[in-house]
């Protein structure tokens, strides 16, 4: 019984986590949007060389990369607690995201070690989604 609770209170948490990522992130690609003309000037203060269309779209995909795997977890988390809950074998469900990370793929561990893993990322990928990171690392 500690298991299935412990699977539970992991899955709520990365749910939970999951919502935190996208309420942060909508507010932050919008910004990105408005001000990208002084994002594009200050990226370009430190990399000359870019150009304004690759700028925008480096702005635009790393604030995307930040809410991917937010994404695919919303996108999948009910057919897997079905699945968990029904009978333990997710192999039949469709749900790439998560066979990737229950079956090892992802990590270097399976099952619940694997969903904790994933909410350790899922949380460093909250404390990334700002503004600020966003455009640090669209320098580079």
């Known amino acids: 019984m ?16 999951c919502d935190k990522i996208i309420r ?15 994002l594009i000037e200050e990226i370009k203060e430190s990399n000359k060389d870019m150009e ?5 779209l480096k702005l635009q995909q790393t604030g995307l990369s930040l809410v991917k795997d937010a994404k695919n977890v919303k996108k999948e988390m009910n057919k897997l607690i079905h ?14 995201f ?6 090892g793929d992802t ?8 969903l904790k893993a ?3 990322d899922l949380n ?9 990171h966003i455009v640090e690392i669209s320098k580079n």
Do not use: G
């Open 2 to 17: 500690d298991e299935l609770s412990d699977l539970t209170n992991t899955l709520t948490q990365i749910n939970d986590v």
């Open 24 to 38: 942060k992130a909508v507010p932050i690609m919008k910004k990105i949007i408005t001000n990208k003309d002084k």
């Open 52 to 56: 304004d269309k690759d700028i925008r």
């Open 83 to 96: 699945a968990i809950v029904t009978n333990w074998n997710i192999e039949d469900v469709d749900i790439p």
């Open 98 to 103: 998560f066979h990737d990370v229950w079956y």
């Open 107 to 114: 990590y270097d561990c399976e099952k619940l070690d694997a």
């Open 118 to 120: 994933l909410l350790t």
């Open 124 to 132: 460093e990928q909250l404390s990334h989604c700002t503004l600020e």
